[in-house]
């Protein structure tokens, strides 16, 4: 664990303390997937659901900050991080799950997947529902931010960095927020209506931007402690919720108990990430838009196996643990192996392929490691016979020859005067 001061921006240029908070985030996404194929959804659960994805839009407005590029420039910045990973891993789900989709469903007791041509469109329509994109729904999150980077660009273009027109555009943005949060028929292309939902996090994120990077932490034990008393009445919130918030399912329950609980926990984990600053969360936060496109399939994996195993059977002969607790047990110590394993992956791709996960550079030019020559020898091939061409002979290393005619030769100047054989 990194002391508090170390909190302050670092020679990358990112702020430690919002990596960490976006660690924690990731590791809430992966245990409530993790949960769901059992359907036994515990307090924790709740909770996890009530603030995870709300905090990732608070977040990302936090660090927004969209200069003085061109719209063009910022398009093509945003889309090379964001966009090209989501077409990328949707098209690699897509292919493992038209091939082993009907394994895990009859494992898992859910239905077959769709044709091959359906799962292509959900690609381009990227909007999760009951019956699309079942081969990676996680990845709904990528095509909504990206739309909610440009409504911000516009936004910010705008305004021009008057904080209380600001602070005005974010009280508004709750109204299309309730609207759409409390009509569910609503369903657009690259989820606009989860967009419309989440944005007044984004907002209040941009206002928050010049405050909290600010904010001075005195006494990082009393602030840690306030967070986790703050996850804790937020917790308390979201029991009291009329459902329990599914952004997949687009169910969000009683609107101001949503946004309250979401607000309030986000406070939390803010104020946990600053006091503590974890170092592994820190690496996890630097990754989460690559652990995010691949634990889908380790959680699928790691599920079939556990309920191969029988998962209730297993419940059971705990014996006297409450079931609460082992439930909440089981939940985070998966989501941690589960990260684990996926950050792996993901430091493997940031050398061969960072452009994959959303990082900046080209990897490693694998023609560089291993010469034509010897793939084609593997191969069983040869290098094609090339007529062999005389070479051009080297020119001496000495001095430069002179090109053109020759010149005539100088005589050496008489001396006159003070000499010799002088009159």
Not at 398 to 403: E, H, T
Request: with cysteine.
């Amino acid at each position: 664990m990194t002391p508090p001061a170390a909190l302050a921006r670092r020679g990358t240029g990112r702020i430690a303390w919002i990596d960490v908070s976006r660690g924690w985030c990731m590791l809430a996404i992966v245990a409530g997937h993790f949960y769901l194929p059992w359907n036994q959804h515990p307090a924790l659960f709740d909770l996890l659901y009530a603030f995870h994805v709300p905090a990732f839009f608070f977040l990302s407005g936090l660090v927004f900050n969209p200069g003085k590029r061109s719209f063009p420039r910022f398009l093509y910045t945003r889309a090379r991080a964001i966009m090209l990973p989501y077409v990328l891993w949707a098209f690699i789900s897509v292919c493992i799950f038209a091939v082993l989709g009907s394994v895990a469903a009859g494992s898992l007791g859910r239905k077959n997947p769709a044709s091959f041509t359906t799962m292509l469109k959900d690609i381009m329509w990227a909007t999760p529902s009951a019956h699309h994109m079942d081969w990676n729904k996680p990845l709904w999150f990528l095509p909504a931010i990206m739309v909610t980077y440009l409504i911000a660009w516009a936004t910010a273009k705008l305004i021009e960095g008057n904080r209380i027109a600001l602070a005005v555009i974010t009280v508004i943005s709750l109204l299309p927020s309730w609207f759409l949060a409390s009509h569910q028929e609503v369903w657009y292309p690259w989820s606009f209506e989860r967009v419309g939902v989440l944005m007044p996090f984004f907002f209040l994120g941009m206002y928050m931007r010049p405050i909290v990077n600010h904010l001075p932490i005195k006494y990082p034990l009393i602030e840690g402690l306030d967070g986790i008393g703050l996850l804790a009445i937020a917790a308390a919130i979201s029991h009291y919720n009329t459902t329990t918030v599914d952004y997949v399912a687009r169910t969000y329950g009683n609107y101001a108990n949503f946004v309250a609980a979401a607000l309030v926990g986000i406070a939390g984990i803010c104020m946990i990430s600053r006091a503590w600053n974890i170092d592994d969360l820190t690496r996890i936060g630097k990754m989460t838009l690559g652990i995010l496109c691949t634990h889908k399939f380790i959680v699928l994996a790691v599920q079939i196996v556990i309920n191969s195993l029988g998962m209730e059977e297993l419940i059971t002969a705990m014996g006297p643990i409450p079931q609460f607790v082992l439930d909440n047990s089981l939940s985070v110590g998966f989501a941690w192996i589960i990260t684990a394993a996926c950050f792996a992956v993901c430091i493997a791709l940031k050398y061969l392929a960072p452009w994959s996960i959303g990082l900046p550079g080209k990897g490693i030019d694998l023609r560089h490691l291993v010469p034509k020559e010897k793939l084609l020898q593997l191969a069983g091939l040869r290098m094609p016979s090339l007529p062999s061409l005389p070479r051009r002979r080297k020119r001496p290393q000495g001095r430069r020859v002179q090109q053109g005619p020759p010149s005539r030769p100088t005589r050496p100047r008489r001396r006159s005067g003070g000499g010799k054989h002088a009159a």
